[in-house]
């Protein structure tokens, strides 16, 4: 099995266990897998623009002779915009499975910029202060 197919397997599996902890209903099957194949190339992109941006590109300095890591600001303005997108990705793989609008309103959707954790968390939505019910 190669590595995207175990992701993926995973990232189904904890939206099943998640889908079946809170009792909510079950879309489609064909739409989970969508869903959850989506969200793992959303979380993947997120990550690696993530990574991106804490380790900067390297890039050759001929002053120094040797390569470098630098960030500049229009690899900034590129890393937000693929984060947007991902995020959009990632929010439309979620309407997938909370596809009743009386569940998608009992949950909140955060998307992290920070390489060190989950980039995606979903929190009920009637505690504000509350710890994620599941993370990718």
Known sequence: MSKVAKETLETLE??????????LTRPDSVDL?????GLR?????????????CNGILRYDAKAG??????TDADQRKSDRAMERAAQRARE???????CEK???RYRFAFRRDARGAMVEIFPSRVPDSAP???F
């Open 14 to 23: 904890t939206l099943v266990a998640f889908l079946r902890r809170e009792g």
């Open 66 to 71: 040797r390569f470098r890591a630098s960030w």
């Open 93 to 99: 793989a979620l309407e997938l499975v909370f596809w």
């Open 33 to 37: 897998l969508h869903a959850a194949k």
């Open 41 to 53: 190339k959303a979380v993947a992109t997120m990550r690696r623009e993530a990574t991106k941006q």
């Open 103 to 105: 569940e998608r309103a």
């Open 133 to 135: 019910l599941v993370t």
